[in-house]
């Protein structure tokens, strides 16, 4: 008989498909499912036995919305995602890979916006990258020794810099030449042939371009005119791809340009995604906009997927440095101050400070943050008494305005006061109903970026707490195994890839949990070291929950332990190109 590699015995197997769940046990042989099995097998015909009883044993989770694409380089295991489950992660979205652009170009267009220090970025960045087309790229990756699989956009941003460079893709009065434009298809298509997932773009004028030579331009992204995106679209709708992309906050009605892509008019649909549904405290319009736009556009033969962050989207600060203030123009001009003392030559001007309360006061224009510093805890600073209080509690006890007492701290304290606010999706019941949209995919972690900002690693573990919670409520939003299909079967049927299931001859990405680890608190952060790149950053511990998690029939956890071979050696995760045509 046929020996396995490894047997999973007694575990509630989840396929991915959405179908029944039931206690099967899985056998993997040579990176694949080789048989699951209704009763027990032969345990000796195993090299490795794994006791899953009482656990879950489902597909590995994909994690559809992440910025790895600098980690990745230097730091392959992706162990912070690893450890909860996840076997695959994409990258290059929000406009933001990094391919066709040159080591500085790409350092200036990721850092900033993804608030990871250009000066750790650009040396990686200089030392390792060779390569300025989709198939360079891939090559550097195949021989890589990758954690996770990782499947892959390229971003319209590191597309326009690497073939118009970038001052001239961030001047709004330059249109690409036909040349340039031919070469951008020309490299999109060479993306779409090695198996890319499509193109992604960004019309949100707050995201910046850091380094000395175009800081504080919005990234090259949001320069295209439509028609330049349209003819690229022309590419994603021939080879059947997607367009992931950001409408721009301030301008609602935008969206209505993707909506037109998306349904086509008498061509083909364009397979679209857009970030983001979501619940916000500070614009409560954007929900049910949400659900219209994705009623609408699926309605009439569109192919259209909101993103939706299944957890309370909660963000951290350290004083003003925080992509919240890009959105109003008083806090703008602070974050296009580079140095501190200026800065807070300009954050005690009266002047500014009228402009500030100004901004402030208006809760009609098109916002992200709520604006509301009353709803802003202090969770660190050099004076103690801020501690655990909102900045409007404080500012009321000394008799002064609640933007002028922010300020004050601001320029007291710095980067030492550190504060919290939550801006979206904190209405429980609200989320439990967004979750259940067919037109959202659960994604938008933003992992491996926003490093101390925002912390959503083990973002498929919320989802499961809070379908698991309603369950035990009595009041169930979904059957366990279509939450389970929604992390993973769902969202790599619709990209096109080769995961998210574990059935006979599938990839043996699987990850086995203990529900009970779920009851714990999830949304509490911790900090751990940033392998390779000598900071802290802000991460998920779930101690009691994965157990294991094999990437192509590899152990890369076990006993909740990350397996030092991972991110070091060959033969656990790889590029998936997607099947799509």
């Known amino acids: ?9 007694g575990g509630r197997y989840f396929d991915g498909t959405g179908g029944p769940s039931r206690i099967a046990h899985v056998a993997v042989r040579d990176g694949q499912i080789e048989r699951v099995f209704n009763s027990e097998p032969d345990t000796s015909l195993a090299d490795r036995v794994i006791n899953a009883e009482g656990c879950w044993v489902t597909p590995g989770f994909l994690d559809t919305h992440t910025h790895y694409d600098a980690e990745l380089i230097v730091a392959p295991s992706l162990s912070e995602s690893v450890r909860h489950g996840v076997t695959t992660v994409l990258i290059g979205s929000c406009s933001l890979s990094m391919v066709c652009s040159d080591a500085e170009d790409a350092s200036d267009i990721f850092t900033r916006v993804e608030t990871v220090p250009r000066e750790k970025v650009l040396p990686i960045l200089q030392q390792h990258k060779s390569w300025r087309t989709p198939s360079g790229w891939l090559s550097f990756l195949r021989d890589h020794p990758l954690g996770p699989n990782v499947i892959s956009f390229l971003g319209h941003s590191d597309l326009r810099v690497g073939v118009m460079g970038l001052h001239r893709a961030t001047d709004r009065r330059i249109k690409p030449t036909p040349e340039e434009l031919g070469r951008m298809e020309q490299l999109l298509e060479e993306a779409l042939q090695v198996g890319f997932l499509g193109l992604s773009t960004m019309c949100l004028k707050w995201d910046k371009v850091d380094g000395d030579r175009e800081w504080s331009k919005s990234l090259p992204s949001t320069y295209a005119r439509w028609r330049e995106v349209s003819r690229l679209n022309r590419l994603l709708r021939r080879y059947g791809r997607v367009h992931q992309g950001a409408p721009n906050a301030a301008n609602p009605l935008q969206v209505t340009q993707y909506l037109k892509e998306t349904l086509g008019w008498f061509r083909k649909p364009l397979k679209t995604t857009l970030i983001a549904m979501i619940d916000l405290k500070g614009n409560p319009t954007v929900r049910p906009m949400a659900n219209l736009v994705g009623w609408l556009a699926n309605a009439f033969r569109g192919n259209f997927r909101w993103q939706l962050l299944p957890t309370p989207f909660a963000i951290y600060a350290d004083g003003m440095d925080i992509v919240l203030f890009e959105e109003f123009g008083a806090g703008e001009m602070a974050l296009d101050v580079r140095d501190q003392l200026e800065r807070n030559e300009l954050l005690k001007d009266e ?33 103690p008494s801020l501690i655990g209080r909102n900045f409007a509690e404080l500012a009321d006890e000394r008799g002064i305005h609640v933007v002028d007492f922010f300020l004050d701290m601001v320029v007291a304290h710095g980067r030492a006061l550190r504060w919290f606010t939550v801006v979206g999706n904190h209405r429980e019941d609200r989320l439990r109903q967004m979750v259940k949209n067919p037109h959202a995919l659960i994604t938008f972690s933003d992992a491996g970026a926003h490093i101390r900002n925002m912390a959503f690693y083990n973002l498929p573990l919320r989802f499961l707490k809070l379908v698991q919670k309603s369950h035990q409520q009595g009041q169930p939003v979904m059957s366990l195994e279509r939450a389970v299909h929604r992390l993973t079967g769902e969202q790599a049927d619709w990209l096109g890839i080769e995961a998210g299931h574990i059935r006979e001859g599938d990839r043996a990405d699987i990850t086995i949990l203990d529900p009970e680890g779920l009851s714990q608190d999830l949304e509490q952060v ?12 802000m991460v998920n511990r779930v101690p009691g929950c994965v157990k294991h998690v094999l990437i192509n029939g590899r152990p890369a956890v076990t006993d909740e332990q990350i397996e030092p071979a991972l991110g070091r050696e060959t033969g656990f995760g790889r590029f998936l190109p997607t099947t799509t045509d």
Do not use: H
Not at 1 to 9: P, Q, S
Not at 360 to 373: N, T
């Open 526 to 537: 911790s900090w751990a070291e940033m392998e390779s790149f000598g900071l802290e950053r």
């Open 351 to 383: 002047e500014y400070r009228r402009t500030f309360r100004k901004f402030y006061k208006e809760k009609l224009s098109p916002r992200v943050w709520q604006r509301d510093f009353g709803d802003a805890i202090v969770l660190g600073c050099p004076d």
């Open 1 to 9: 008989m046929n020996r396995y590699d490894t047997l999973i015995i």
